[in-house]
């Protein structure tokens, strides 16, 4: 597993710590995969769901008030993480639009240092011990020693994600345009960073640095792209978010595990 963490700087000038850690060698996801729940749909079913003129654009759907940020801390697959049960809550019918923290999750999966995790380990976190509301933990606190007793009783009411590991590209195209929102690695630097006049970011080699969660597809100048909510506030993007095309997971899908994530055990 990899040991450091890339930084960069972003267009503000702030420093981001890059904390996607690939998987050690011959991992194999725990998870259900996608495929054998949900058969992957045809070119023809995604482009009916993507074209349906009652379809809302996720972007549209969830405004900006889910956009996260993780700030100077490797703590993405935490905020992946709340990101996508924030979102699942939503769709299954709970509408109190409760802010929740992606440093709680990050605490007790970075091994005692802040040197980022895998996307899988905040995914099963959540099964064992939920996430808490946003203002019980901050943040900066990212380790066990800093999460409240209070934090911890009541991210017990947040609790468990239905979560499938995806195998291939058409199973990640078929779970976005059936409404699922998947978690994914990319490679964060300067091109991602820079979005063309469609708003699509440009694309930097690697083997996968940061977590992020997409949460729709559509087609955008001709394009097929997967909407992204990034982890750095609004400042980011297009108001945090930007559309990838597949370009952007040419490396890291074959690094990381990709996982889409239907619903909350939670209920309304």
Request: net charge neutral; with cysteine.
């Amino acid at each position: 597993m990899a040991d450091e963490i890339d930084e960069i700087v972003d267009v503000n000038g702030l420093v981001r710590r890059l904390g996607s850690l690939l998987p050690p060698k011959g991992f194999v996801s725990s998870m259900r995969t996608f495929e054998t729940e949900h058969p992957s749909w045809d070119d023809a079913d995604i482009k009916r769901a993507i074209t349906d003129p009652n379809r809302m654009p996720r972007r549209q759907l969830f405004g900006d008030r889910w956009i996260l940020d993780q700030k100077s801390k490797s703590s993405c697959n935490g905020f992946l993480v709340a990101g996508i049960l924030q979102k699942a809550r939503k769709l299954r019918g709970i509408n109190d639009d409760l802010l929740l923290s992606g440093t709680y999750t990050y605490a007790f999966i970075n091994g005692g240092r802040d040197q980022g995790s895998m996307l899988e380990d905040g995914l099963k976190s959540v099964g064992v011990r939920g996430v808490c509301r946003a203002d019980l933990c901050t943040w900066d606190q990212i380790f066990p020693n800093q999460v409240s007793a209070a934090a911890k009783e009541d991210a017990l009411k947040h609790k468990g994600l239905a979560c499938y590991a995806i195998q291939t590209k058409q199973g990640f195209r078929t779970a976005l345009a059936a409404g699922f929102t998947v978690g994914v690695a990319v490679h964060a630097g300067s091109n991602f960073q820079r979005l063309n006049a469609n708003g699509i970011a440009g694309v930097d080699r690697g083997q996968g640095n940061h977590a992020v969660h997409c949460d729709d597809i559509c087609i955008v100048g001709g394009t097929e792209v997967y909407d992204m909510a990034n982890s750095w506030n609004l400042q980011y993007g297009t108001r945090g978010r930007a559309y990838l095309t597949w370009d952007s997971f040419s490396q890291t899908f074959g690094n990381h595990t990709f996982y889409a994530c239907p619903s909350t055990e939670e209920k309304p």
